[in-house]
Each structure stands twice: as C-alpha cells, then as structure tokens.
Nanobody, 115 residues
Framework: QVQLVESGGGLVQPGGSLRLSCAAS????????MAWYRQAPGRQRELVGR???????NYADSVKGRFTISRDNAKKTVFLQMNSLKPEDTAIYYC?????????WGQGTQVIVSS
C-alpha cells in the first residue's frame, strides 16, 4: 500500500528554520505532483507549496520568499525548507502526492513556532 512518511516537524523559535521531509513508498504510479499543505487551528487546510512536472513550483502568498519546496525524484521524496518562521506558521503540515489516478496524504507533522 502507498505510504507517505513525514519527518522534520517540531518546535522552533520565531525567525528560525525547519526542513520537512516526506518519502513516498508503495505501489505508486506516475507522479504528477507533490505538495505540502497545512492546517492551523480554526483554519481550513491550505496549500503551502507544490512541485510539479519539470520542477515548476508554486506557493501560497503567505510563504513566498520564506519557504522553498524541492524534491528528489529517485527517492520519491519532497522537502519543504521553512525559513524566517512566524507564529502564524504554526500548523499541522501534510504531505500530498498526486498521480494521474489517485491522491495520497501523509498523516501530518506538527510545526509549532513559539518563543
């Protein structure tokens, strides 16, 4: 079965950095895109960033210039480098895998930005 394993979440001070990783395994077909979403308390789940065919990327306005999404195709792994973190970035971050036939979600990893 398809599984997405996330790592890198935790507690960090404002202005600090974290890097999230998500490795996909199992019977996965052709990958269309990989992405990170987040859900903050009282908020809907929102797209943070995604990386698609050819390495093209897009980001939420709130994280542009601070977050960078990247991938390692051989390892089927997507990363999210988060810099200049703000308390508003506190959320559960979810890895997302999109293929032509299916969509998969990780279980989420907690990111807390607080002094």
């Amino acid at each position: 079965q398809v599984q997405l394993v996330e790592s890198g979440g935790g507690l960090v001070q404002p202005g600090g950095s974290l890097r999230l990783s998500c490795a996909a395994s199992g019977s996965i077909g052709s990958i269309y895109s990989m992405a990170w979403y987040r859900q903050a308390p009282g908020r809907q789940r929102e797209l943070v960033g995604r990386i698609a065919s050819g390495g093209s990327t897009n980001y939420a306005d709130s994280v542009k210039g601070r977050f960078t999404i990247s991938r390692d195709n051989a390892k089927k792994t997507v990363f999210l480098q988060m810099n200049s973190l703000k308390p508003e970035d506190t959320a559960i971050y979810y890895c997302n895998l999109w293929t032509h036939g299916n969509m998969y979600w990780g279980q989420g990893t907690q990111v807390i930005v607080s002094s």
